[in-house]
């Protein structure tokens, strides 16, 4: 945390050319001590800054200088805008730490990118959960977040059996709406939903980061878990119409993949294609509900829409069992 402490002191300078420690301090929340030490460290990084003692001095930056930040085009800093997520940045602790930066950001900046990134950020929203689904409550997220931050280690209780885990955190994700864990155990990295730890407590002991990418980590376990998820793939017959839904009923990556590999169209506007998907149960009972719009070609898939139809039928096909008036 002390690097961003370090740009927020730059540009505190920057927007106010000359201050005293003690005005610093108050600004930054951080003693005069810490300043001093903050300011030691800037100039020998080679920023210009040099400091007056006694009446009327004070702590200076050299005239006319100025960081790179100003160098950002308007899409640059309308997209630090433009990912805000409040919601998201609040849960990790950030969200007093977004403001400032956007603060710090148009401080920066020419008036004409200014009046660009407050349109971006007044028109451009991110709200990641899907339709429908509300994010499950993560009790223990700043907890785990602030051991992200210091690497420290954290004593988790995790799922029904609430089994004890002492973890290095290695990183954050929110996908649909849920957070998960990555940790690294005994040298080996490992996924944790984040709302099935029961506890959470920080640990005074400390740990080396090691070289670690989490994007491509997680894009890498990501497939993993998909490939071991979908082990079987059934061959279906689906109408224009169809295929438009297939993503929304079953696997969104295995229904583009089957979709790019699909035959062309036959007399009736009609594509074969094979699917993977996690057995043929699941299948059945995602596929039954594009109606007449596909069709099974392996025998059991077949069998198993059938028999999802004769039911649908079946239940409907008479008046109400329980006494339903048809009112609204």
Known sequence: MRASRLMALLFVLQRRRAATAAELAAELEVSERTIYRDVASLT???????????????????EGWRTRLDGLTGQEAAAMFAIGAPQLLAELGMGTALAGAQAKILATLPEDLRAHTRTVAERVHLDAPGWFHAPAEVEHLGTLAE??????????????????????????????????????????TRTYRAAKIAEATLLDATFERPDFDLPAWWAESAAEFAATMLRTQVRIRVSERGLRALKRVTDVEAAATAIGRACEPDAEGWRELALDVESLEVAAGQLVSLGGEVEGLDPELRSRLADHGRALLNRNSGPPIHGGTGQP
Request: net charge positive; charged share 25%; proline share 8%.
């Open 147 to 188: 051991a992200l931050w210091d690497q420290r280690r954290v004593s988790i209780l995790y799922g029904p059996r609430r089994v004890r885990r002492e973890v290095e955190p290695l990183g954050l994700v929110l996908k649909a709406g849920v957070w998960y864990l990555v940790a690294r155990v005994d040298q080996d």
């Open 44 to 62: 020998e990084v080679g920023v210009p800054i040099w400091t007056e003692p006694g009446p009327g001095g004070g702590i200076r930056l050299v």
